[in-house]
Nanobody, 125 residues
Framework: QVQLVESGGGLVQAGGSLRLSCAAS??????????MAWFRQAPGKEREFVAT????????RYADSVKGRFTISRDNAKNTVYLQMDSLRPEDTAVYYC????????????????WGQGTQVTVSS
């Protein structure tokens, strides 16, 4: 079983930055075997894809809404994935979730079997 714990959320003014972290653990967990991703869910909206990072960390993919502002990265030695968020906007306000997939991974939440509890990000105007 995989446990994911997010941290780094908070309140920030528009134009500011935050860095989210997600630490993964489990008896047999090795992050080298998993695609790691971030999703978010705003009040009254469905969970949406933010970014994903391949097992090696070389290949990344972003939602159009965050491209050029957010950067996903990972440290496999620490079983941790990060999301650097710059130039934040009020519409980025949401609960951010990390997720891992032992298969292909991708942009759809259904592709990910393991989820963290989420961390709140609030961007004030």
């Amino acid at each position: 079983q995989v446990q994911l714990v997010e941290s780094g959320g908070g309140l920030v003014q528009a134009g500011g930055s935050l860095r989210l972290s997600c630490a993964a653990s489990g008896r047999t967990f090795s992050s080298y075997s998993y695609v790691m991703a971030w999703f978010r869910q705003a009040p009254g909206k469905e969970r949406e894809f933010v970014a994903t990072c391949s097992r090696s960390g070389i290949n990344t993919r972003y939602a159009d809404s965050v491209k050029g502002r957010f950067t996903i990265s990972r440290d496999n030695a620490k079983n941790t994935v990060y999301l650097q968020m710059d130039s934040l906007r009020p519409e980025d306000t949401a609960v951010y979730y990390c997720a891992v997939s032992s298969s292909m991974g991708g942009m759809w939440a259904d592709e990910y079997a393991n989820w963290g509890q989420g961390t709140q990000v609030t961007v004030s105007s």
